[in-house]
């Protein structure tokens, strides 16, 4: 079992609706949490982050953090086409290594 | 800022070839990370320096693979022999220097290297 779990999609939306995304993990001691975009044939690029548990918000993006349930949520209000990518969760402990889910693309038509 | 340099951004290469890998890190930053991302296993960490000081290379699959960080604006991923399981798209990243408490929590990506192997 990997110890981060993402869904690979694809998640299709119209534009305008809420897209919801999370990961679940395995390694209670992860206590920072991540988001990371990557348009196709591109580098990921951090798009928001938290530490521990919460709510995080910016602009359109909510990241989410439940260290109980071991589960992290990334919603998108509003989506636009622009939005389409994949979209990457990571985490990391105390140390320095990113330990990432597989990503989920998604795909907002207008 | 010219971001995380990459070269080549396409290699193309026969099974058995060496292939090296080069990257141009954010000036001022103080990490460097090697990743691999294939559509089975995702983005993996290969290896990572500080200070141009290898501290993490247990991502690295096999002796084959080999990286160096010289100085503080070069890296290189080498691997020799080369084989077709090799092909991924590979990812240099920088991150950290005196930029805050998350400095050393945010990594900048480059565009990668697309690596096919025949």
């Known amino acids: 079992q990997k110890e981060v779990e993402q869904d690979p999609g694809p998640l299709s939306v119209p534009e305008g609706a809420i897209v919801s995304l999370n990961c679940t993990y395995s390694?209670?001691?992860?206590?920072?949490f991540m988001w990371y975009r990557q348009y196709s044939r591109k580098g990921p690029e951090l798009l928001m982050y938290t530490y521990s548990s919460g709510n995080k918000e910016d602009g359109r993006f909510t990241a989410q953090v439940d260290k109980s349930s071991k589960y992290i949520s990334l919603f998108i209000r509003d989506s636009q086409p622009s939005d389409s990518a994949t979209y990457l969760c990571a985490m990391k402990a105390a140390g320095n290594k990113l330990t990432f889910g597989g990503g989920t693309r998604v795909l907002v038509k207008p | 800022d010219a971001g995380v340099i990459q070269s080549p951004r396409h290699e193309v290469t026969e099974m058995g070839q060496e292939v090296t890998l080069r990257c141009k890190p954010i000036?001022?930053?103080?990490?460097l990370f090697w990743y691999r991302q294939t559509m089975m296993r995702g983005l993996e960490l290969l290896i990572y320096?500080?200070?141009?000081?290898?501290?993490?290379d247990s991502g690295m699959p096999e002796d084959r693979f080999s990286a160096k960080m010289p100085n503080a604006s070069f890296s290189t991923l080498k691997i020799q022999p080369s084989e077709p399981r090799d092909s991924a798209v590979y990812f240099c990243?920088?991150?950290?220097?005196?930029?805050?408490?998350?400095?050393?929590?945010?990594?900048?990506f480059g565009p990668g290297t697309r690596l096919t192997v025949l």
């Open positions: 390694n209670s001691a992860f206590q920072y």
């Open positions: 320096f500080n200070n141009n000081v290898p501290i993490d």
């Open positions: 000036s001022g930053h103080d990490y």
């Open positions: 990243a920088s991150g950290g220097g005196d930029r805050g408490r998350w400095s050393y929590n945010e990594q900048f």
